[in-house]
């Protein structure tokens, strides 16, 4: 017997983005070895720019033969290229803000870099994968580089805990995934999602299918295995935080979506109830977690968790009705959480004391506004926007979640999920408060001491103790930062245009992102 | 189900083991010294704790050894099926086994081949 293959010149149109985030990765990789002192964002930047335009030059193309000659293993459909470039965007801006946090780390060498474009790599895979052993190959390539880029600070103890974590419930996670691969094959013979929405519903493929939901809800932050979510996010760089938060999820949820679209969502298979609990069980555990946080990474990790609840809401609609409205508002939602996001973690990047310490709010940002107003506002308009109030993308984007799920007949559900809007304004207004309102105060000396505890692992650059009580480090907005306050006035744009933005549709002021995102999920059936 | 044989494999799984270490526990010989409890070390008398610190450098060695291990596990069943594969076969390995050189260059300029 000989092994035919059908190779298309398409298959190169196909794979050229994430070959190029790969080349870049290790053109870095290499170049850093021979050459030092090179601003290695440029290269990164460059590949992750050329990346987008090869992505956006397809949308117009089906690549039919291409995913005939990977056997399916690749999809080249709308929604891959919509989630690819939001994860492009994300990445991007995080490595715009790892340059100015670099100012203060280790995150200017070239291996940051590589990381970050690898993990792309994996993300790009991710969600383009139509095959459950491709879209594995996605997660663990996104993975391995992210558990890494948590310990890049590798001298801060937070940081190690940070990775080790991650690692050990990740991998943990990742065997669950590929367990119910397994079981989902036997029960299905095939790992193509498309064969499995065809196959006949048996209790096996039913547990399989389990296992994969939970391999993804992992991957997303959904409660109940969230628990890795506050310790990590406080503990990694925060534009690794960022990208974690973003970038990851906008990958786990594409992929989680596609395989609940082509594969998993059936009448035969009763997903419909879970997803609905998981939903309700995230959204209150995120936003309850998140009221009594004084650390702003914590409050903004449990705050993830609870958008995350949030998502799974749309989910929930489209497995209740049919209808795949839901999906496009998760997607819609996505973006916009991923502008919302961003911004914040780069301003408090921008306003944490040595990039680290300083993030209780209530202590070191009381009447930060009047010393940053711009970098206050900011912050204002990105709580806001995470709270959901108009007119900002975060209320467009749950605008229509909680639509397409009333329309599917999830009252109940999108009662509690209002209410646990709700709440969270309240956490999300206690840091305006704290920049706005309160006085504000010279850092005294306990939040020095313990300052000068939470560097004792710091190496070369670290102050000794006394030298932090007699001089307060300097927030990393007081040097410069150019390139994280791009990322700032970008997601502020962002954040203003997807909630104001030229509209299209049928609800006034929908920016016409939605239209894209529908495209999308059309795209998938 | 063509599966259900395999359930029988968990029964027999708890079983052996059981079996094995009752069966031992029945028949062994008991004599209960002081030297029994030592860590075995070839017969030799043990000297110092168990724990010790070991050089990171060995980590380090065996971590690259696996990984190049790995290279040539992959080479295996490859080779079997090599003529059959023709030239796509041989460009992808090819391709892998630059990959991975590339690993080793980098490796190699990082000074982790450097014993000192």
Known sequence: MSYQFAWHPQVWTLLAPMMVTCGAALFILMAELFVKNVAWKWPALFGLAAATALVLARWNTPLAQAEEALWGALRADRFTLFLQVAILLAAALSILSAHSYGALSSTRRGEFYVLVLLATTGMMVLVSAGDLITMFLGLELLSFPTYVLCGFLRRQIKSNESALKYFVLGSFASSIFLYGVALVWGAAGSTRLVDIGAAAPTPLLLLGTLLLVIGFLFKVGAAPFHMWVPDVYEGAPTPVTMFMATAVKLAAFGAFTRALIVAFLRDSLPLEGILWWLACVTMIVGNLSALTQVNIKRLLAFSSVAHAGYMLLGLTAVAASGSTDGAAAVLYYLLAYTFMNIGAFTVVMLLGRRAEGGLLFERDWSGIARKHPILGLAMALFMIALGGLPPTAGFFGKYSLFRTAIDAGLVSLVVIAVLNTLVSVYYYLRVIVAMYMRPEREPSVPVLESAGRAHAFDGPGAMAAEEIASAPPPRLSERGAWAARVVVLICVIATLWLGMGPSRGAVPGMSRIMQWAEDAVASLR | ?116
Do not use: N
């Not at chain 2, 010294?33 to 380090?60: N, T, V, W």
């Not at chain 2, 069943?77 to 390995?93: A, D, K």
């Open chain 2, 1 to 116: 189900m063509g599966f259900a044989p395999l359930i029988w494999l968990l029964p027999l799984a708890i079983a052996v083991p059981i079996l094995l270490l009752g069966v031992q526990r029945l028949l062994a010989p008991k004599a209960q010294e002081a030297d029994k409890g030592d860590p075995y070390e070839c017969g030799a008398p043990p000297i110092g704790s168990a724990h010790q610190r070991l050089p990171i450098k060995f980590y380090l060695v065996a971590v690259l050894f696996l990984l190049f291990d790995i290279e040539v596990v992959f080479l295996f069943p490859w080779s079997v099926v090599f003529g059959r594969l023709g030239w796509i076969g041989l460009t992808q390995m090819l391709v892998f086994l630059g990959l991975l050189e590339l690993a080793l260059v980098y490796v190699w300029r990082k000074g982790a081949l450097e014993w000192d």
